[in-house]
């Protein structure tokens, strides 16, 4: 086990704004990287191009929203890990630790969730077939 104890229980962030956050995320240029439904991805013809929001079938918290921006490595999506990380299995994503103010990290926190549409999971259920 880690010895350090960095994952808590009652971790609660203030409401957010989305509006904001939606500012923040193109003023600290997260579409270099990263496309999301209404704002243009700006990134190099070759580079990253990773779709954030959309369908999912289960609802981001925003304890892994937090975690994605502030400690990207700590857990790499395996539908990423080719492109996404490096050969020492670190996150591609810039760190924004010593940028980011703590509200700015709510508000796009806030914007980032309001971005998931969750979908019910696909029913196994089988029709029959004549
Ligand atoms: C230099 C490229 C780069 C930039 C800039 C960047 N990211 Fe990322 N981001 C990545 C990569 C690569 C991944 C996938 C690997 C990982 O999970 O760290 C990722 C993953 C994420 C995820 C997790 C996605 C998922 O489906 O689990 C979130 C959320 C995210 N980034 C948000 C942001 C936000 C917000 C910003 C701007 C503050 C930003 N990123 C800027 C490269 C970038």
Not at 22 to 49: F, M, P
Not at 61 to 80: M, R
Request: charged fraction near 20%.
């Amino acid at each position: 086990m880690s010895s350090c104890n960095t994952q808590e229980r009652g971790f609660a962030l203030p409401e957010g704004d989305i509006e904001l956050g939606k500012a923040t995320y193109t003023r600290l240029a997260c579409n270099a990287c990263h496309s999301i439904s209404g704002i243009e991805w700006q990134g190099e013809n070759d580079g990253l191009r990773i779709q954030l929001g959309g369908e999912v079938s289960t609802q981001k918290s925003y304890g892994e929203l937090v975690t994605s921006v502030i400690n990207p490595s700590h857990k790499i999506a395996w539908i990423y890990k080719e492109d996404a990380s490096t050969a020492e299995g670190l996150s591609k994503m810039k760190n924004y630790n010593e940028v980011m103010t703590v509200q700015e990290l709510i508000d796009l926190v806030a914007f980032l969730q309001s971005e998931y549409k969750v979908t019910a999971p696909a029913t196994d259920y089988h029709p029959y077939l004549y």
